[in-house]
């Protein structure tokens, strides 16, 4: 029915396979609380070579409940504070797994977290999996630092010592996910870092939401390379996703013909697969390269450390923020003077730094360690308290370069460079970049090579079916393209790709859809202006020359886009392929490709000349 590998490799010897689809168990409140429904892998070891795996699997419909709930699907624990052990998931199915307790519990120590997957400690590597529906029910409480007793769909720890090293996501459909308070509402999670040391992204995942607030906050340390954590998004990634519009949830599912789901949705048949569509198929190269930014800094002994005012400083230049820097700092400055960290105590009691000085301003506001446990440590979490309040004011201001990462890697990159700071040239500022090769997986859940067309799908699937590969009604458009179209509005008339002509224009935005598929646009979606031609110049040979670049499909399969120009914007003239030359290709990660084309100059017999692309379907 499914062919699945679960394995673990300690670094010596050659990893055991055995059948596994793991399914519809229930886990009730025991001492210690229930954790995995489906997987419990426990362990760590002083070693980098101790991995466990799990591999081509299905994880669906189980359900745990208690008092304090970890990991619906799989619970991975790699055991104290440095211990290495890593939990890597390939091409599974992670789904419609359940965590709750079956009445209100009002109590200081409760936690509902990782409706699909639960790290404690260690490392977690998901690639080429398919994590959603999985949901996670409890009561919605707060622990100091804004620590949350709720999280969704893959959740990390949140410790008061550094236990949990990274998570690693590629080529994952990562959504759908949703948490439910108890008498309250429902929110979609879909990943929550927890206090992660590091988060990487390998690229072309589909994400709905992640949740980075408790990562643990940058630190400068020489070193450490810890000031930027989160190395997303990557290329080919997206977050801000509907479950829908990436699978298909209406006739793509698989499901037991035998094993009833006690998960989310108990008493059904569970759910073994998910077919992926839209812009989950045909998306993964075999092969592509990804960088991580690392920074860090040094400072002189003896100088003052004014990093922060420097960042606040920073941000709010190069966002174009006025007034951010010392908005922030009165803000932050009058939550300081409001803390009371000992209550039974007559009068408010602030925090203190490590010589028992209270701390009430920016300046005093430093990281004193020590290396393992200082998120514990009463000195650094106005520390902490800085950073979490940034990234709520940064998130507050909706600036469109930043992405739910926020402080990710394009903004370190574009906030600093290596060498002294020229606001304290005491402050010795090191930036550089980690390069990672990437290569797809050969093998889906089921075994079936991917990729099955000329990229790969997102997820555990490799859908193969020919009507979403190819352009079998002939009209220049890819079937996969036309069952975006077909699947935007289930109460339309467009039900396939013989349903969607070339020259309708689905979205109203003034391009037909032909144009939109050639030009690799989002067909349901107006107002783009990626077809546009941008004119520039360029070197070839070493003599400068004009030139047009847009982007276009890689493999455009039934269609052509031809050049041509006009000196009067009536007559249009194909110019010759001979005199069009391409002087860049670059890859964009999700199909399509900037080329860049030579184009002959104008002569002073035709004067001024204008140019476009004419999209027209290959007879």
């Not at 995995?36 to 409940?65: P, Y």
């Not at 075999?286 to 040094?298: H, Q």
């Not at 699947?487 to 003034?510: Q, S």
């Not at 900037?594 to 204008?610: A, I, K, N, S, Y």
Request: aromatic content about 8%; overall charge negative; some cysteine.
């Amino acid at each position: 029915m499914v062919s699945n590998v679960c394995s673990k490799t300690d670094g010596v010897g050659t990893p055991s396979d055995q059948p596994a689809l793991l399914h519809s168990n229930t886990l009730t409140e025991k001492n210690p609380p229930p954790s995995g429904g489906g997987v419990f892998s426990v362990g760590g070891a002083g070693s980098a070579k101790t991995i466990s795996k799990i591999e081509r699997s299905t994880i669906t419909g189980n359900h745990i409940t208690g008092s304090i709930a970890y990991g619906g699907g799989v619970y991975s624990d790699g055991g104290g504070i440095g211990n290495l052990k890593t939990l890597e998931l390939r091409n599974c199915t992670i789904a419609r797994n359940l965590v709750d307790y079956p009445a209100p519990v009002f109590a200081k120590y409760t936690y509902w977290r990782g409706g699909g997957v639960y790290m404690s400690n260690g490392h977690l590597v998901v690639q080429s999996c398919t994590v959603v529906e999985n949901e996670v029910h409890g009561v919605a409480r707060t622990d100091s630092l804004g620590k949350s007793s709720l999280a969704g769909g893959i959740a990390a720890t949140i410790g008061n010592a550094h236990a949990v090293e990274s998570m690693t996501i590629g080529h994952s459909v990562i959504a759908g996910n949703t948490v439910w308070e108890y008498g309250g509402g429902s929110r979609e999670q879909d990943i929550f870092t927890g206090s992660l040391f590091l988060f990487r992204s390998m690229g072309h995942n589909r994400i709905g939401t992640i949740d980075f607030s408790q990562m643990l906050v940058p630190i400068g340390e020489a070193d450490w390379y810890s000031l930027c954590r989160k190395h997303y998004p990557k290329p080919g990634d997206e977050d801000g996703v509907h479950v829908a519009d990436v699978l298909n949830l209406s006739s793509g599912i698989t499901r037991s013909g035998t094993i009833l789901s006690v998960g989310v949705d108990a008493p059904n048949p569970a759910v073994l697969h998910y077919n992926p569509r839209g812009n989950a198929l045909d998306q993964v190269p075999t092969s592509y390269s990804v960088s991580a930014t690392n920074a860090e800094y040094a400072i002189q002994s003896g100088a003052t450390n004014d990093f922060l005012a420097i960042i606040l400083a920073r941000i709010g230049n190069h966002y174009g923020l006025a007034n951010f820097a010392s908005e922030f700092t009165t803000d932050f400055e009058q939550f300081l003077a409001s803390v009371d960290i000992d209550t039974a105590t007559a009068g408010l009691q602030p925090y203190k730094d490590p010589n028992g000085t209270p701390i009430l301003t920016l300046p005093a506001t430093q990281w004193f360690g020590p290396a393992a446990t200082w998120p514990q440590e009463l000195p650094n979490h106005p520390y902490i308290h800085f950073w979490h309040r940034l990234d709520t004011a940064l998130r507050a201001r909706n600036i469109p370069e930043l992405g739910q990462e926020l402080l990710g890697d394009d903004a370190w990159t574009a906030l600093f460079s290596s060498g002294a700071l020229t606001e304290n040239p005491a402050i010795n500022m090191s930036v550089w970049a980690t390069g990672f090769g990437v290569v797809a997986e050969t093998l889906d859940q089921l075994g079936s090579a991917r990729p099955a067309n000329t990229r790969g799908d997102i997820g555990a699937r490799e859908y193969d079916s020919p009507a979403l590969l190819g352009d079998l009604d002939d009209d220049g458009m890819d079937d996969a393209f036309e069952m975006r179209i077909a699947d935007a509005d289930k109460a339309d008339a467009i039900e396939g790709p013989a349903d969607v002509a070339p020259l309708d224009d689905y979205d109203h935005d003034g391009v037909a859809n032909l144009v939109e598929s050639y030009f690799g646009m989002d067909p349901t979606q107006g107002g783009q202006r990626d077809y546009l031609l941008v004119p520039g110049r360029a070197e070839l040979g070493g003599q400068p020359c004009n030139t047009i670049s847009y982007r276009r499909l890689i493999d455009p399969r039934a269609a052509r886009g031809v050049v041509q120009e006009s000196t009067d914007l009536e007559h249009w003239t194909a110019l010759d392929e001979a005199a069009l030359q391409v002087v860049a290709a670059q890859d964009m990660g999700d199909g399509t490709e900037r080329v860049t084309f030579r184009v002959p100059p104008p002569t002073p017999e035709t004067g001024r000349t204008f140019l476009r692309v004419l999209v027209e379907a290959i007879p």
